[in-house]
């Protein structure tokens, strides 16, 4: 198995919100377990001032759906990982992100 780094498993199909692809990428250094990152749909929201929050919702058939607040906007997260939802925050919450 070759060594992969954190831009093989980050999959840039959208732009990337204000913050965030530093969080990401500090996420996928630290955990060798998460398969990738495909970052979603971008909508403006409200409330997303200040640091990057992230909160994990739900399951999807590969790991998880978190969506992720920074800069005025809501971005949805697809994270394909064999980690349990409370492990997941934690990692996120190392990579620098603040629980939502």
Known sequence: MRLRTAKDRLK???SIIGGVRG???DLLRANPEIRSVIPGVIRP?????GKVKV???VPTQNGWKAIALSAG???ELFVSTPMGKAELERAF???GAFRE
């Open 73 to 75: 906007a809501r971005q």
């Open 12 to 14: 840039v199909e959208h």
């Open 55 to 57: 909160r994990v919702t």
């Open 93 to 95: 919450e190392k990579a």
């Open 45 to 49: 929201v409200r409330d997303a001032k």
């Open 23 to 25: 969080v990401l990428e």
